[in-house]
T-cell receptor
């Protein structure tokens, strides 16, 4: 357990509304990630952060923004939700496992855009 | 897009059988991770591999880091019903770099 929580765990929203998902970690990890998981695609990286206020895009970043004002919180915002953003969203952290990186995931947020 | 090929996509096996799955890539990796995901939950890290040829076990699970550094294998021995889930591989090319994920192997175990 890497001390990762996500909120909300489930959300239904309408097309065009803004949505913010929160990832919170309690163990001072520097690296945090947001992924989306869809059938047939596996996990795809949306954005990641390598420190407070330091973020970068992943492979599917269009339509998403992120912010990290504190080490423990990494926020994912859908500025104007679309039905194609219906997905399960996972937050993850990287931790040095002694010989290399290990990545740990939160419980996920299931988002439905109607 | 996804650069890891994971196979098979699904497996239907009887309790007690062994399971094997693998991931291959065109890229050379320095880290391979294997995860299990159950419905409604996040992926859980099972095994981490860091050296070519490395063989690591976690209970009935054994994973290997391929010699070419472009592939990895996961074996589950003597499967039990609680082995049901989706197993993912993940590979990393650089330390502190991003991971790439396989699409997953769904394992169904029948009594």
């Amino acid at each position: 357990d890497a001390g990762i929580t996500q909120s909300p765990r489930h959300k239904v929203t309408e097309t065009g509304t803004p949505v913010t998902l929160r990832c919170h970690q309690t163990e001072n990890h520097r690296y945090m990630y947001w992924y989306r998981q869809d059938p047939g695609h596996g996990l795809r990286l949306i954005h990641y952060s390598y420190g407070v206020k330091d973020t970068d895009k992943g492979e599917v970043s269009d339509g998403y923004s992120v912010s990290r004002s504190k080490t423990e919180d990494f926020l994912l915002t859908l500025e104007s939700a679309t039905s194609s953003q219906t997905s399960v969203y996972f937050c993850a952290i990287s931790e040095w496992g002694g010989d290399g990186d290990e990545q740990y995931f939160g419980p996920g947020t299931r988002l439905t855009v109607t | 897009g996804q650069q890891l090929n994971q196979s098979p996509q699904s497996m239907f096996i009887q309790e007690g059988e062994d399971v094997s799955m693998n991931c291959t890539s065109s890229s050379i990796f320095n880290t391979w991770l294997w995860y299990k995901q159950e419905p409604g939950e996040g992926p859980v890290l099972l095994i981490a591999l860091y050296k070519a040829g490395e063989l690591t076990s976690n209970g009935r699970l054994t994973a290997q880091f391929g010699i070419t550094r472009k592939d990895s294998f996961l074996n589950i021995s003597a499967s039990i019903p609680s082995d049901v889930g989706i197993y993912f591989c993940a590979g990393q090319t650089d330390s502190w770099g991003k991971f790439q994920f396989g699409a997953g192997t769904q394992v169904v175990v029948t009594p």
